[in-house]
C-alpha cells in the first residue's frame, strides 16, 4: 500500500494550496481517508476526513470554513484545498487511510499513513 502526498510548499498569509494523495495497493472505496498535519514541537492533529463513497465529510474546528476535502475514485486520489491559509497551519500534512472508521478522525485507527508534504505559510 502506498499514500503518495503531494502540493506543498511555501505560501503567504491567505494564500491557498491544494494537497493531493493518490493511494495505490488497496482497494480504495473501503476505506475512510482524510489528512493530518503535524507541526514542529506538536503532536499530530486531525485536519479532515471524507467516507469511503464521499458523501461525509468532517473537519477540525481550526480549519472549517477555509479547507476542503475531496476524493475521486476514478483516480484512487484525495485532495485537500486550503484557503485563507495562517502561519498556524504551517505543518508538515500526512495522507491516511482507515478501513474500520466511518470517518478517521484518531490517528491511532489510520491503517496506513502517506509520507507527508511540508506546508510553510509565511506571514
Known amino acids: 500500500v502506498q499514500l503518495q502526498a503531494s502540493g506543498g510548499g511555501l505560501v503567504q498569509a491567505g494564500g491557498s494550496l491544494r494537497l493531493s494523495c493518490a493511494a495505490s495497493?488497496?482497494?480504495?472505496?473501503?476505506?475512510?481517508m482524510g489528512w493530518f498535519r503535524q507541526a514542529p514541537g506538536k503532536e499530530r492533529e486531525f485536519v479532515s476526513a471524507?467516507?469511503?463513497?464521499?458523501?461525509?465529510?468532517k473537519y477540525a474546528d481550526s480549519v472549517k470554513g477555509r479547507f476542503t476535502i475531496s476524493r475521486d475514485i476514478r483516480k484512487n486520489a484525495v485532495y485537500l484545498q486550503m484557503n485563507s491559509l495562517s502561519p498556524e497551519d504551517t505543518a508538515v500534512y500526512f495522507c491516511?487511510?482507515?478501513?474500520?472508521?466511518?470517518?478517521?478522525?484518531?490517528?491511532?485507527?489510520?491503517?496506513?499513513w502517506g509520507q507527508g508534504t511540508k506546508v510553510t505559510v509565511s506571514s
Open positions: 495497493g488497496l482497494t480504495f472505496t473501503s476505506y475512510s
Open positions: 471524507i467516507s469511503r463513497g464521499g458523501g461525509w465529510t
Open positions: 491516511a487511510a482507515d478501513r474500520r472508521s466511518s470517518l478517521v478522525v484518531d490517528a491511532i485507527r489510520v491503517d496506513f
